[in-house]
């Protein structure tokens, strides 16, 4: 597609819940990468894919976490026992080499009430 | 590990003024990437602009321009005549040298720029 899409743009779950959050890259770049973004802060890294394979993924805060992309496009970010904690926006990126500056989409917002 | 500081929280200034906005970094790595990324209020971040740590040239584009100084370890931006459409959250950040692949943001630098 033209531009990283994420899906939903917006989510609200109750504490304890399962969500997952979607990012469809931009065709053909091989990087793939989550960020997390609290109110008023910066951007923090969470996890990043070099094609189907989780190159580094210390930024996941627990194994409450974890992101898949199996077919080296889309990723889903999964979040099991939601806590209020987790309430952010979650960003995606994509590009063809980290090197490059990333393309970011425009989020999800995640409010767990 | 890499830490990157913008000490302006807010900066508010009239359409026409000149702004800098600083930021500096701390990293232990002989060779990185530094980045700027723009947040308007639609929420989306916009690269900027990426510099290696081993091109300390300064760099124009437009009314933009950035001042990159390994010897006081900043990066700051400069926007020239600014804009209402400048307003916007600013952030640095670094990366890793190779792949550049995990990188740390600043808080970043909320711009205001008025009529």
């Known amino acids: 597609g033209a531009g990283v899409s994420q899906t939903p743009s917006n989510k609200v779950t109750e504490k304890g819940k399962y969500v997952e959050l979607r990012c469809d890259p931009i065709?053909?770049?091989?990087?793939l990468y989550w960020y997390r973004q609290s109110l008023g802060q910066g951007p923090e890294f969470l996890i990043y894919?070099?094609?189907?394979?989780?190159?580094?993924d210390s930024g996941l805060p627990n194994d409450r976490f974890f992101a898949v992309r199996p077919e080296g496009s889309v990723s889903t970010l999964k979040i099991q026992r939601t806590e209020r904690g987790d309430s952010a926006v979650y960003l995606c990126?994509?590009?063809?080499?980290?090197?490059?500056?990333?393309?970011f989409g425009s989020g999800t917002r995640l409010t767990v009430v | 590990a890499q830490k990157v500081t913008q000490a302006q929280t807010e900066i508010s200034v009239v359409e026409k003024e000149d702004v800098t906005l600083d930021c500096v970094y701390e990293?232990?790595?002989?060779?990185?990437?530094l980045f700027w990324y723009k947040q308007p209020p639609s929420g989306e971040l916009v690269f900027l602009i990426r510099r290696n740590s081993f091109d300390e040239q300064n760099e124009i584009s437009g009314r933009y321009s950035w001042n990159f100084q390994k010897s006081t370890s900043s990066f700051n931006f400069t926007i020239t005549a600014s804009q209402v459409v400048d307003s916007a959250v600013y952030f640095c950040?670094?990366?890793?040298?190779?792949?550049?692949?995990?990188?740390?943001f600043g808080t970043g630098t909320r711009l205001q720029v008025t009529l």
């Open positions: 950040a670094a990366g890793e040298t190779g792949t550049a692949s995990k990188l740390t």
């Open positions: 894919f070099q094609g189907t394979g989780a190159a580094d």
């Open positions: 990126a994509s590009s063809f080499t980290g090197a490059s500056g990333y393309t």
């Open positions: 065709s053909g770049h091989t990087a």
């Open positions: 990293t232990r790595d002989t060779t990185y990437y």
